[in-house]
């Protein structure tokens, strides 16, 4: 069965410095994979995905993952943080048996300080 | 394109009351789900529609009951509410449920069961 690990359940980075979010994935198949984000008291709203073409996958705001089988792992990095990017941030794979799910992971929350 | 359309935003019951949370999409998506959002667990998926008449169950479905009687409604209702059913509801659609179709989500109903 498909499943995420998002290694921290919250990192602190400061204002311009870069962002680290960490996630592995366990798959029988090339799988689906994608990066949600939640701000506070909001739905989720699709940051990136990967679907097996290009394996580094650039998002919106600056993001981008890049996803390394060898590893197992879709990890999502931006540059330089920014007040704004203080939200949840969600590792999601899509099934790949029967009708298709997602499957999230467990959640990061990313705070930035001044 | 209002995009997914949850109501009410939030809600308090009693123990053992009823209640439908509405959802509703206005783009013509044939998969429609719910999920629900706790503290430290990441989405679940409770239940899940891959077209009109045609729905199954998720997860997490204990408590639950939907239908899909049209492409755009998909209404989740609660039988008898328990505290345990406390947390925030999201519904999602996307155009199918496979491949890299990005599910939508509404901003959510957040409920609590006294």
């Known amino acids: 069965a498909q499943s995420v690990t998002q290694l921290d359940s919250h990192v602190s980075v400061s204002e311009g410095t870069p962002v680290l979010l960490r996630c592995n994935y366990s798959?029988?198949?090339?799988?689906?994979l994608f990066w949600y984000v939640q701000h506070p008291n909001k739905g989720l709203q699709l940051l990136l995905k990967y679907t097996s073409a290009a394996t580094l996958v650039k998002g919106i705001n600056g993001f981008e993952a890049e996803f390394k089988k060898s590893e197992t792992s879709f990890h999502l990095t931006k540059p330089s943080a920014h007040m704004s990017d203080a939200a949840e941030y969600f590792c999601v794979v899509r099934t790949n048996t029967g009708f298709q799910k997602l499957v999230f992971g467990t959640g990061t929350r990313l705070l930035v300080s001044p | 394109n209002a995009g997914v359309t949850q109501t009410p935003k939030f809600q308090v019951l009693k123990t053992g009351q009823s209640m439908t949370l509405q959802c509703a999409q206005d783009m013509n998506h044939e998969y429609m789900s719910w999920y629900r959002q706790d503290p430290g667990m990441g989405l679940r998926l409770i239940h899940y529609s891959v077209g009109a008449g045609i729905t199954d169950q998720g997860e997490v479905p204990n408590g639950y009951n939907v239908s899909r009687s049209t492409t755009e409604d998909f209404p989740l209702r609660l039988l008898s509410a328990a505290p345990s059913q406390t947390s925030v509801y999201f519904c999602?659609?996307?155009?199918?449920?496979?491949?890299?179709?990005?599910?939508?989500f509404g901003p959510g109903t957040r409920l609590t069961v006294l």
């Open positions: 999602a659609s996307s155009y199918t449920a496979g491949g890299g179709n990005e599910q939508f």
């Open positions: 798959s029988s198949y090339s799988p689906s």
